[in-house]
């Protein structure tokens, strides 16, 4: 989705998946933002320095560089060593991961995500979770008629009124 956004020149206001955090390892491990990937060049390099290819598959074996490294202890569980997957859209996620972090698009993010997640919950309110009639068309439309009917009460709520045409009043 991320893709798709920004080949339309669209700014993303989509929290970023939080990253996995492997529950054997303490508090202060390292996290796959730790290592440096160098898309061009095909290399993962881990925090310790050691750098090992990317296979045509995506993946990053260490293996044996885990066995003496002081640090395997904040990185990895696994006997075989750290595996590193890296995905077709992973440097777009890795950059929505740091802007994140630095509080590129929070704003706008905590100023929409609340009126989102209310609506949504007017929407499955009153044992609305579930589809109601057998068939994907009498579900759409019961679905089109519940949404039109949340949008007028909000659109009543903020002061619809009928004066020789519908009008919503002045804010105050």
């Known amino acids: 989705m991320r893709a798709d956004l920004a ?8 929290k970023p998946m939080p990253l996995r955090r492997n529950p054997k390892l303490d508090d202060d491990q390292f996290t796959r933002d730790d290592f440096i990937i160098d898309h061009q060049a095909r290399t993962v390099t881990c925090p310790n320095g050691e750098t ?3 296979s045509i598959g995506g993946d990053a074996h260490f293996k044996a ?3 003496g490294c002081p640090l395997r202890r904040r990185c990895t569980s696994a006997k075989a060593g750290r595996t590193f997957s890296v995905g077709q859209h992973d440097q777009l996620l890795a950059q929505a991961r740091t802007d994140w972090r630095n509080g590129i698009g ?3 993010y905590r100023q929409h995500r609340p009126m989102v997640e209310r609506t949504i919950a007017w929407l499955v309110a009153n044992r609305h979770r579930r589809v109601r009639y057998r068939g994907v068309e009498r579900n759409r439309i019961g679905l089109s008629v519940r949404a039109a009917a949340i949008n007028l009460r909000r659109l009543i709520n903020l002061g619809l009124t009928w004066q020789n045409g519908w009008t919503l009043a002045a804010p105050t």
């Open 7 to 14: 080949e339309d020149q669209h700014t993303a206001v989509i």
């Open 106 to 108: 929070s704003d706008d």
């Open 52 to 54: 090992v290819s990317i």
């Open 65 to 67: 560089r885990c066995r």
